[in-house]
């Protein structure tokens, strides 16, 4: 099955910092999303990003999808952006479905 | 629009012992997803429903896990016989159709004593 790798695991940040998580997979996507899990469990939709590029306020995405990577940065970050983050694709062919989800990356954001 | 919702949110049992839990997916959302999630790992496919027709599910799926979703609106996910191994949090998603954005419930973490 398509291989979903991220990095780094774990972040370790000030507050204010600007950080990059990576998300490289293994074939070719017809779903990309990132999520952000809270210490609940929820996962939030952070992006829908199979191709290109998106913005949400601090939060903005690029996929490339030819090179099978995607990238999510967090820019002037804060402690509620702690938690950890997750990249899941589902793969274009066979008609598979469900969403395979990278390790995550635990980000600390200290005051 | 209400989200993706999950019932219970916890549950407590002991091995041996029968567990069913509920999703209810957003609704005209045609495509329903059953993931779990164990401590420290992101989570894992198990099965996914077109209406009410099971599409596919992993190989994680054993025997004693049975999902339904009869007339193609809410989703139970049946565990016989538990082992402690099926502590885990099991997590519903629903999209409007492939490809498109998954939505997650809150989640039920099941803890199998």
């Known amino acids: 099955g398509i291989q979903v790798e991220q990095s780094p695991p774990d972040l370790i940040l000030q507050e204010g910092a600007n950080s990059t998580l990576r998300c490289n997979f293994s074939?070719?996507?017809?779903?990309l999303q990132w999520f952000h899990q809270n210490p609940w469990g929820q996962l939030i939709n952070l992006f829908y990003?199979?191709?290109g590029t998106k913005q949400n306020g601090r939060l903005s995405a690029t996929t490339v999808a030819t090179e099978r990577y995607s990238l999510l940065y967090i820019s002037s970050s804060q402690t509620t952006d702690s938690g950890v983050y997750f990249c899941?694709?589902?793969?274009?062919?066979?008609?598979?479905?469900?969403?395979?989800f990278g390790k995550g990356t635990h980000l600390i954001i200290q005051p | 629009d209400t989200g993706v919702s999950q019932d219970p949110r916890h549950k407590i049992t002991k091995r041996g012992q029968n567990v069913t839990f509920r999703c209810d997916p957003i609704?005209?959302?045609?495509?329903l997803y059953w993931y779990r999630q164990t401590l420290g790992q992101g989570p894992e496919f198990l099965t996914y429903?077109?209406?009410?027709?099971?599409?596919?599910k992993s190989r994680l799926l054993s025997d004693r896990f049975s999902a339904e979703r009869p007339k193609g609106s809410f989703s139970t996910l049946e565990i016989q016989r538990t082992e402690q191994g099926d502590s885990a949090m099991y997590l519903c998603?629903?999209?409007?159709?492939?490809?498109?954005?998954?939505?997650f419930g809150p989640g039920t973490r099941l803890t199998v004593l």
């Open positions: 074939d070719s996507v017809n779903n």
């Open positions: 609704s005209e959302h045609n495509r």
């Open positions: 899941a694709v589902a793969y274009s062919g066979g008609g598979a479905d469900g969403l395979t």
């Open positions: 429903f077109q209406n009410e027709a099971q599409l596919e």
């Open positions: 998603a629903s999209s409007l159709e492939t490809g498109d954005t998954q939505y």
């Open positions: 990003i199979p191709s």
